[in-house]
């Protein structure tokens, strides 16, 4: 701990200070586990706790100040930052609140996020009680935290390596009459062995012609010869994720997931010849529709990728964001292969000055047969 | 899927609606895993995506109505919610805001929670375009949630044994020499080949006096002979969780931790003593707090367990609130043992009519030195 250098922490914060001048913005209030961890380097699961609030405080200028629940205190004192404000939380009667108007005390104008992709983790009622107007800071954080750093960039691709090698063993991991449970099981632990610190994401499905969606989690039913077995998978080390997903037919495959594989993968290659900075996240998207088809609404094809499964931007319709050097980018095509059937693939990308680099062992161009 | 019979998820609801009518409130508006999960039986590890809100209307009267992104129609089809509306979740320009206007329309008091250990899993942006004036229905939702059914009882039995079947291996697991990181990862894996779902939660440290903090992730420093090795885990099966811990002496163990750990079984036995419907949570600390001694701010010995690693009620000195039958609990005594270094021992209980019933395996009495 921390799993960075200092600098990478002042590097982020100064950028942020550069866009709260140009928005006019003196101070930033953060209550979430990916702004905290972004500007300090404190890492934990005990995020998976809802009791305690986790307050930041990133002014204008100098270094943020956490205010925090006491047992937090000995592991955010590794990180970089020296103003460590504390209080015994749980506490009813003032859970953090009065530290927090005080850190806040000096500021005419604070944003906190409230737009897009945020949520707020403290109480409602005490976030009220802190009686500040605040300001909406999505558009800074979202912007900011989308340009990864290089060493950002190489915690996300020692992720998917790690992931690029356990799906390589797919042969010997996967077989008709495991259950799905078993088959998650055993590739969850041999993330774990290939270096993976947790598996926080896997989901997928398996059918003959694809599969009815991607969020479930594993039912026990026996894989058969024919089906296509989807996992897809948002593994972490050092607090960064991967996430991508492998397409694998048992013995045998129908001709119809053969087919609709091939158009995944034409899809993708389109888009890694399209992804260049100043394209729109738009176009990029228009290019993997193309090959697709289809009509009516199809969703995005990708997303943001680093400290969160999915991060902002979209790859939608709707997104006018232009690539930029260093934004770290999945490729989601999907493909309906009946009414109630689909198929995904991913890859994990980072847009350069030239071709995109792949951070995952791109898939193999027709869909592999495990026999 | 779903992981318990529609009965489950309309006693879940009836109970809910009996408490809603004595509050007088409406309807009940959630936008969190647990609480929505806990209504309907949707679970996904894909809340891990902070992109799309999902929201849930609980009417007085009548089943819930899911107000969710368009890719989580499938899964929830699958429960025994019928009023399911969805959307094309990511869209900007009405992410959802509009269907849970309507779904929120027929309502005059409508609460949601704003209290202690509350988040708002959706844009506060969005949240405040609802033009509703919410009521808080945090001690509602923490008073239900509380008091477990016999089958929330047995699920967390069931990771309870996981768990304790896991540590019972301790000796083939742990030796010096091995970093932490390993020891850790070597646990995660034993603990899925046992039946874990997942292990979201693991955490620890280790010294020949205990440990600094018990929130921190693993470091790759060796462990040496002498050490008191303690891991404490938050696995799953099933959307439910384990949480407690246990310690190991490699070789042999200091005075001053065997010391420790006496001190802890004591105060663990005093609390399974004390741990009788009617007793307050306050009262259940102070049996604890009298064992361990010491002064100052020491915090609460345990809270509740259930769908979350950590529920309502702390045991803590604040805590006015009966025990009840049902409430699954976790005993959670600490004590110092040096300026910088503390030892926690971990028991989870059911309160019943008569003594509680431990779920964990209970820990050795005296220190377990591994050699």
Redesign the interface.
């Known amino acids: ?1 921390p799993d960075f250098p200092d600098e990478e922490f002042e590097h982020r914060t100064i950028r942020a200070q550069q866009a709260m001048t140009k928005a006019g913005f003196d101070a930033l209030f953060l209550t979430t586990e990916a702004e905290i961890r972004y500007f300090t380097g404190f ?4 995020w ?4 305690r609030p986790w307050m930041l405080v990133v002014p204008r200028s100098g270094k943020p100040v956490a205010v925090i629940p ?3 205190a ?2 955010m004192a590794e990180t970089w930052i020296d103003d460590i404000r504390t209080w ?1 939380a ?4 003032d ?1 953090g609140v009065s530290l927090a108007r005080e850190a806040l005390a000096g500021y005419d104008i604070v944003a906190t996020p ?12 005490d976030f009220r009680r802190l009686g500040v107007s605040f300001r ?1 800071a ?1 558009p800074l954080i979202l912007a900011l935290r989308a340009i990864k750093s290089d060493a950002e960039i190489e915690a996300i691709a020692a992720i998917c390596a790690i992931a690029s090698s356990g799906f390589a063993d797919a042969g010997s991991l996967f077989h008709p009459g495991q259950s799905l ?1 078993e088959a998650f ?1 055993d590739f ?2 041999a993330l ?2 290939g270096g993976a ?7 997928g499905g398996a059918g003959p012609e694809g599969y ?6 594993p ?1 026990d039913t026996a894989l058969q010869a024919g089906d296509v077995l989807m996992l897809d998978t ?1 593994a972490t080390r050092n607090g960064y994720f991967c996430d991508f997903d492998r397409n694998f037919a048992l013995e045998h495959a129908s001709d119809t997931a053969r087919r609709a594989y091939a158009t995944l993968n034409r899809a993708t290659e389109a888009a890694l010849n399209c992804a260049r900075p100043g394209v729109t996240c738009a176009e990029l998207w228009l290019v993997m529709r193309n090959v697709i088809g289809g009509s009516g ?1 199809i ?2 094809y990708g ?1 943001g990728l680093g400290m ?3 991060e ?1 931007p ?1 790859l ?1 319709a ?1 997104e006018t964001t232009p690539l930029s050097p260093g934004m770290v980018l999945t490729l989601e095509p999907s493909v309906a292969t009946g009414p ?1 059937t689909m198929m995904v693939q991913e890859e994990n990308i980072v847009i350069t000055d030239g071709p995109p680099r792949l951070l995952t062992t791109r898939a193999a161009p027709e869909l592999p047969v495990l026999t």
């Open positions: 701990m890492r934990t699961l005990f998976q706790s809802p009791t006491e047992i937090g000995p592991l015994p749980p506490r009813p009667d859970d409230m737009g897009p992709e945020s949520t707020l983790r403290m109480p409602m009622l909406d999505s449970r099981r969850r632990i774990l062995r610190d947790d598996v926080p994401y896997l989901v009815a969606d991607v969020i479930s989690p039912s948002g609404n969703g995005r997303h969160q499964l999915t902002w979209s939608a709707f109630e």
